[in-house]
Antibody
Framework: QVQLQESGPGLVKPSQTLSLTCTVS??????????WSWIRQHPGKGLEWIGY???????YYNPSLMSRITMSVDTSQNQFSLKLSSVTAADTAVYFC?????????????WGQGTLVTVSS | QSALTQPPSASGSPGQSVTISCTGT?????????VSWYQQHPGEVPKLMIY???ERPSGVPDRFSGSKSGNTASLTVSGLQAEDEADYYC???????????FGGGTKLTVL
C-alpha cells in the first residue's frame, strides 16, 4: 500500500518561500508511469492542481503559479518537494501531495493527509 | 474561478439518484477521456471514485457511475445513502501547457 506524507513548516511569512516535502513509502518513486503531484485546497474552497514531477525530474506546472514554483525529486530518499516563492495570504491552504497514475489516463489515486500552511507575519 | 464548472450544490433523498455535472471545454473534457471524480468528506482526504470517465476503482460501490457527452462529464449516484453526503470534485487532463484542471466542487446533501 502506497503512502504519502507531507512535511514542512505550518507557518510562513509573507514574501518568503514555502517549502514542503512529500515522503513516499510502500512503493518506489522511481517506478514508471507515476507523476508525483502537489494539490492545494484553500480553506473552505475547492482543489487546485499545483504541478507534478516525473522521476527523471521533468516538471509540469500550473500556468497560473508557474513563475513561483519549483519542484524537485530525490529518488534516493523516495521524496519529492515543492517550493513556492513570494507567498502571500492567498497561498494559505492545505497542501496535499498525491500520486498521479498515467497508466489509466490521468488520476490521483494516493494522497497524503495534507498539511495546512498559513501565510502570516 | 475553477477551470471546470460544477453546480455548488445537489441533493436527494435516500434511495434516490442524483447527477452532478462538470462542464469544461473542447481543450479538456471534450478532447480527452481522462475525467476523474473525487469524494471528500469534511476534514478528510479526497478519494478517487471514478477515473477515465466511467471506470470505478476497486472498492467503490457500483452505485457510482460516470459518463461524458461533449464538453460535459457527469457523476451519477444511485440509491443514495447517508454516507454519500460529501463534496465531489471533477478533474480532467487538459494536455500541454495546462495539464490538469479541477472543478469547483459540488456539495451533495442527502435529505
Amino acid at each position: 500500500q502506497v503512502q504519502l506524507q507531507e512535511s514542512g513548516p505550518g507557518l510562513v511569512k509573507p514574501s518568503q518561500t514555502l517549502s514542503l516535502t512529500c515522503t513516499v513509502s510502500g512503493g518506489s518513486i522511481s517506478s514508471g508511469g507515476y507523476y508525483w503531484s502537489w494539490i492545494r485546497q484553500h480553506p473552505g474552497k475547492g482543489l487546485e492542481w499545483i504541478g507534478y514531477i516525473y522521476n527523471n525530474g521533468r516538471t509540469y506546472y500550473n500556468p497560473s503559479l508557474m513563475s513561483r514554483i519549483t519542484m524537485s525529486v530525490d529518488t534516493s530518499q523516495n521524496q519529492f518537494s515543492l517550493k513556492l516563492s513570494s507567498v502571500t495570504a492567498a497561498d494559505t491552504a492545505v497542501y496535499f501531495c498525491a500520486r498521479r497514475d498515467s497508466s489509466s489516463g490521468s488520476l490521483f489515486d494516493y494522497w497524503g493527509q495534507g498539511t495546512l500552511v498559513t501565510v502570516s507575519s | 474561478q475553477s477551470a471546470l464548472t460544477q453546480p455548488p450544490s445537489a441533493s436527494g433523498s435516500p434511495g434516490q439518484s442524483v447527477t452532478i455535472s462538470c462542464t469544461g471545454t473542447s481543450n479538456d473534457i471534450g478532447r480527452f477521456d481522462y475525467v476523474s471524480w473525487y469524494q471528500q468528506h469534511p476534514g478528510e482526504v479526497p478519494k478517487l471514485m471514478i477515473y477515465q470517465v466511467s471506470e470505478r476503482p476497486s472498492g467503490v460501490p457500483d452505485r457510482f457511475s460516470g459518463s461524458k457527452s461533449g464538453n460535459t462529464a457527469s457523476l451519477t449516484v444511485s440509491g443514495l445513502q447517508a454516507e454519500d453526503e460529501a463534496d465531489y470534485y471533477c478533474s480532467s487532463y487538459a494536455g500541454s501547457n495546462t495539464w490538469e484542471v479541477f472543478g469547483g466542487g459540488t456539495k451533495l446533501t442527502v435529505l
